[in-house]
T-cell receptor, first 117, second 115 residues
Framework: AQKVTQAQTEISVVEKEDVTLDCVYE???????LFWYKQPPSGELVFLIR??????QNEISGRYSWNFQKSTSSFNFTITASQVVDSAVYFC??????????????FGTGTSLTVIP | KAGVTQTPRYLIKTRGQQVTLSCSPI?????VSWYQQTPGQGLQFLFE???????NKGNFPGRFSGRQFSNSRSEMNVSTLELGDSALYLC??????????????FGAGSRLTVL
């Protein structure tokens, strides 16, 4: 069964602190894709990153970095030197390639991040 | 480049009524997916359309239906509304429908309140 778990429901940090959002996934597929999306109060989900199951290389984009570890089925997201504009709900999602299911994403329940000025 | 446009943004209905939501994808995108977001169940997949054909459907009752037009615009319909249908309905589009790999671009959603 496919499942994405984001155990942290809410996180509050003070501006300029680093914060890591955890994501653990379950899938039986050998080929799959993992995503992170950000949902600001406006409601629109904004794409942050996609990673396929064969690429375990960590990625850094500005203040954002992602740590993908297949051994622990985790795809964690770190924001360095957080800013107030980072306040949002962040979703981790999984999609599987082998079942020909098109664009069916399995989302975690989201982590609400509040950055306090 | 215009993003994914959903209309209406907000609507209020009463139990038993039906509602139609519209989604215009990014120009050139042929795949449109719909998701329901509620505080209790989170984001759940409703269905996906590609080239006017429903490719995949989530675990929702038959009251939820959709369609896609030749210009890739999509509509979803919910009949016989129930209180539990109150949610944010999100539409997402992508250029094609290769399994799993697509980055979905989401609209701002249609917030439905059922009284």
């Amino acid at each position: 069964a496919q499942k994405v778990t984001q155990a942290q429901t809410e996180i509050s940090v003070v501006e300029k602190e680093d914060v890591t959002l955890d994501c653990v996934y379950e899938t039986r597929d050998t080929t799959y894709y993992l995503f992170w999306y950000k949902q600001p109060p406006s409601g629109e989900l904004v794409f942050l990153i996609r990673r396929n199951s064969f690429d375990e290389q960590n990625e850094i984009s500005g203040r954002y970095s992602w740590n993908f570890q297949k051994s622990t089925s985790s795809f964690n997201f770190t924001i360095t030197a957080s800013q107030v504009v980072d306040s949002a709900v962040y979703f981790c999602a999984l999609s599987e390639a082998s079942k020909n299911t098109g664009n069916q994403f399995y989302f975690g329940t989201g982590t609400s991040l509040t950055v306090i000025p | 480049k215009a993003g994914v446009t959903q209309t209406p943004r907000y609507l209020i209905k009463t139990r038993g009524q039906q509602v139609t939501l519209s989604c215009s994808p990014i120009s050139g995108h042929r795949s449109v997916s719909w998701y329901q977001q509620t505080p209790g169940q989170g984001l759940q997949f409703l269905f996906e359309y590609f080239s006017e054909t429903q490719r995949n459907k989530g675990n929702f009752p038959g009251r939820f239906s959709g369609r896609q037009f030749s210009n890739s615009r999509s509509e979803m319909n919910v009949s016989t509304l129930e209180l539990g249908d109150s949610a944010l309905y999100l539409c997402a589009s992508s250029f094609h429908s290769l399994s799993g790999a697509n980055v979905l671009t989401f609209g701002a959603g249609s917030r439905l309140t059922v009284l």
